[in-house]
């Protein structure tokens, strides 16, 4: 079974929300990474972009297939993983620590809310390989 923490939020996309006051951190989940396979590029946006929920934001390109990533709530991008353009691999290796993907300045913290518990998620990932 997937590595899921239960301090985070989840979307059904696969995506996990860590909330730090206003702020939320933002990647992709190990059900996921585990799915994609070896990562070999993460294309992410600039510092200052906007996105709406739901929105893609990148992508992530694996040795399987090439994947989009939607950040779960709104809001602009106040940091990228820089560190990913050089290690790519740390999606697969760390996905909930230095594989993280954007911090995002919410435009509405209570979005979370409407986001999938650690429980939720495991029920809707076990779901979807049975």
Not at 1 to 27: C, F, Q, T
């Given at each position: 079974?997937?590595?899921?923490?239960?301090?985070?939020?989840?979307?059904?996309?696969?995506?996990?929300?860590?909330?730090?006051?206003?702020?939320?951190?933002?990647?992709i989940t190990d059900y996921a990474q585990n799915s994609l396979g070896d990562v070999v590029y993460v294309e992410l946006p600039k510092a200052g972009d906007e996105f709406a929920a739901n929105e893609p934001f990148g992508s992530v390109e694996s040795v399987k297939a090439v994947s989009e990533v939607f950040t779960p709530v709104a809001g602009a991008i106040t940091q990228i993983n820089e560190s990913l353009a050089d290690e790519p691999e740390t999606v697969n290796t760390d996905p909930y620590g230095t594989g993280w993907m954007i911090r995002v300045k919410m435009s509405s913290p209570g979005e979370v809310d409407s986001l999938l518990t650690a429980a939720e998620y495991e029920d809707f990932t076990k779901a979807e390989t049975e």
């Open positions: 079974m997937a590595n899921v923490p239960e301090d985070l939020h989840y979307s059904k996309d696969h995506e996990w929300v860590r909330v730090d006051g206003d702020e939320a951190i933002i990647g």
